[in-house]
């Protein structure tokens, strides 16, 4: 699944939220999606295949990676426990002018973090910014604000960043537009009777052609995504709101409750009744 992730990740006076995922977790295979803000993540335990945009990484436990702004991602753990970190990179502006100009330019887009450190420095202070967040104590704060100018002053000194995303081809880079029109379609109509025609349209494939298009860079196909997508926005309103199974499933776009359930239970493991009663 991909999709333009519009949740508040953090607090309004500390942005910063950490995910820690493991093999329970409801979302423990990292749905392909973007957001806005930077996110960071480290391996604890196994392996992890994570795709940014078309460009592949393997992590083992150890290893760390930078996600920058507005990049296509996913992850498909194995035997892993991994953690992240999203942030809004703008609550690190200080009014120094030297430090601003460096964020401006990576918040603008005319800056990009190298997407694999191995700068032992670098990555030593990630692993330190992950264990403080951790903490939940006085100063945790004060000091996961200062590990954050830390790492950045670092990537600044070593010139661990670019003008552009590792080298890809233009069609590469026009297959990635392509892609978030479409999921973008999707995420605004998701509740209604969307057809593969209708995804394929806005692609401006053919259908045939935009199946093989959707399934070469997600590597699920449209109406699996589709339904993962669905499934995603009602586990929401389960865990968030008051109104009944039925009504959940109208909402986002299932017709059927009979075949909301079957898919909710295929996606997720359990009933939607069941999930619901699990988390509260």
């Not at 029109?181 to 998701?190: D, M, S």
Request: with cysteine.
């Amino acid at each position: 699944m991909i999709f333009n992730e519009l949740k508040r990740h953090g607090r309004d006076d500390f942005p910063f939220e950490l995910y820690c995922l493991h093999h329970q977790h409801p979302k423990y295979k990292m749905a392909f999606h973007w957001h806005t803000n930077l996110e960071l993540v480290r391996v604890l335990q196994g392996r992890l295949s994570l795709t940014l945009d078309n460009r592949n990484h393997l992590l083992n436990a150890g290893d760390v990676a930078i996600i920058n702004s507005e990049t296509v991602h996913g992850a498909t753990p194995e035997d892993c426990i991994y953690q992240c970190i999203v942030f809004n990179a703008a609550f690190l502006k200080t009014n120094n002018r030297a430090c601003d100009a460096f964020l401006d330019d990576l918040l603008s887009h005319n800056t990009f973090l190298i997407e694999r450190p191995f700068d032992t420095d670098v990555v030593s202070t990630v692993h330190k910014i992950f264990d403080q967040l951790q903490n939940d104590g006085d100063g945790t704060t004060f000091k996961a604000l200062g590990l954050f100018h830390q790492l950045l002053g670092e990537i600044q000194q070593k010139k661990l960043f670019n003008a552009y995303l590792p080298p890809s081809s233009v069609n590469d880079e026009k297959k990635v537009i392509k892609l978030k029109t479409v999921l973008k379609f999707i995420r605004e109509h998701f509740a209604t009777d969307i057809t593969l025609d209708d995804m394929a349209v806005v692609a401006g494939f053919s259908c045939k052609y935009f199946c093989k298009f959707f399934k070469d860079m997600t590597g699920t196909t449209p109406v699996n995504y589709l339904m993962a997508y669905r499934i995603e926005r009602a586990e929401r309103k389960l865990l968030t709101s008051d109104q009944s199974i039925t009504q959940v499933a109208f909402d986002c776009g299932f017709n059927d409750l009979s075949y909301f359930i079957k898919t909710f239970k295929t996606f997720k493991g359990v009933s939607p009744k069941e999930y619901r009663k699990r988390d509260h």
